[in-house]
Each structure stands twice: as C-alpha cells, then as structure tokens.
C-alpha cells in the first residue's frame, strides 16, 4: 500500500472541495474568537460588578476584614488578567486602603 502524496490528495477532493473546507474552518475559528471575546467581556462586568459592590458594603462599614481584601484582591487579579481597562484601579486602590479592622466607637 503507497501512501498518497499532497498532489495526489488535491487532485481527489478538487480544489472547490478544498477551498471550502479551508471556508469552513476559518468560519468556525472567526466564531469562536467572537464567542471567547465575549466570554471573557462578561466574566469581566461580572468581576467589576462584584468588586463595585464589596467595595460599597465594606466602605460604607468603614473597614474591610483581611478576608474581604484577599477576596478582593482575587477578583481584582483575575479582572486584571482578562485585559484589564482601567476603570477598577481607583476602586482598587481605595478598598485596599480601608482598614482591616472596625472603627473604634467613641
């Protein structure tokens, strides 16, 4: 049994047929970057959405536990690593500059 050169398997399914497949391939890699693309923009409203509201229960407190910044800083690295766009850095910065622990009352 020989084995078929390229030429050879060019000549058995045509180039139309080829030139399709080659289509239909590209069709399918476009898709899924769009759908990827999308994913991760939603992951990211997601993370931005559950940093703005941490960031407003803990403020609004006046403190954030060491628990509430690592779980902070979790969602802010993985935000951060999808492309991050700048607009959580303010928030960022401002929640980890809460203190750790509750105000003393007077």
């Known amino acids: 049994m020989t084995s078929l050169t390229l030429y050879q398997i060019l000549c058995l399914i ?41 960031y407003n229960r803990w403020n609004d407190k006046g403190y954030a536990p060491i628990y509430a910044r690592q779980n902070f800083e979790n969602c802010w690295q993985q935000y951060h690593s999808l492309g991050m766009n700048g607009v959580m850095d303010d928030i960022h910065e401002k929640f980890m500059d809460l203190p750790t622990s509750p105000p003393k009352e007077k």
């Open 14 to 54: 045509g180039v139309p047929s080829l030139a399709t497949i080659i289509g239909y391939v590209y069709k399918r890699l476009k898709k899924n970057d769009i759908e990827t693309d999308a994913v991760k923009s939603g992951i990211q409203a997601l993370l931005r959405s559950q940093m703005i509201s941490d």
